[in-house]
């Protein structure tokens, strides 16, 4: 049985001496896990580290410092196993594990929120109703020069064809708004398809060992 100062054990968790009185006076600590009382209070180590693995939950284990040790969580050198034995010894991975994953993810989502941001300051990134509002007024700009040279197109079919120009222009207005009504319906179909979000994938953190 390995027991050492309050100060020591703190060394072996990467944690403040603070942090381990703390642990004490919550409770996180006790019984089998101290060796005396009081300031001269020793600490058990295997029995301490199975108290913490039990009371501490990952995002207190986070809130420590991602270096914090609190051991393995199963006793090491185990003796070996097969077959059935070995699949009923398996446990899911230990807490370590799981503050290596939230660490590994928030290097991810840190990468990804600055990876974005860079885009967005270089232009590659447009909001969806910016580029709806410019393609509308831009069909816009065009359907109306189209209208404004109807009087123009209407002067030369009536030279041509020795035709009232009023018949002509009344008639090319009668279809262009047929044609217009049509190309709006079809925008707005467009635009309503437009997705409001693209996926650019950006390279992950290559988890380190």
């Keep these: ?20 009185s703390q642990w004490i006076s ?18 058990n180590v295997a029995e301490a580290r199975r108290q913490l693995r039990q009371k501490l939950d990952i995002s207190q284990r986070l809130g420590n410092g ?38 590994l993810e928030a290097m991810r989502r840190a990468k990804r929120r600055e990876e ?9 990134y447009t909001r969806t109703e910016d580029v709806a509002r410019s393609a509308r007024s831009m069909v816009s700009t065009i359907m109306s020069g189209f209208e404004g040279g109807l009087a123009q197109f209407a002067d030369a079919i009536a030279a ?12 090319l207005r009668a279809e262009y708004r047929t044609v217009r009504q049509k190309m709006a319906a079809a925008q707005r179909r467009a ?6 979000h693209v996926d650019d994938p950006v390279e992950d953190v290559e988890p380190v060992e």
């Design 1 to 20: 049985m390995d027991v050492v100062s309050k100060g020591e054990f703190a060394r072996l968790s990467n944690v403040s001496p603070g942090r381990v």
């Design 26 to 43: 919550e409770g996180k600590l006790s019984g089998a896990a101290l060796v005396g009382s009081g300031r001269t209070a020793r600490i």
């Design 66 to 103: 991602l270096d914090t040790d609190l051991g393995a969580d199963s006793p090491a050198d185990p003796a070996p196993a097969t077959g059935g034995e070995a699949a009923s010894r398996a446990k899911p991975p230990g807490i370590d594990y799981e503050i290596k994953r939230e660490k």
């Design 116 to 124: 974005e941001e860079s885009r967005a300051r270089a232009g590659v």
């Design 160 to 171: 041509k064809f020795d035709v009232p120009k009023r018949d002509v222009l009344h008639l």
């Design 191 to 196: 635009l309503a398809n437009l997705p409001v």
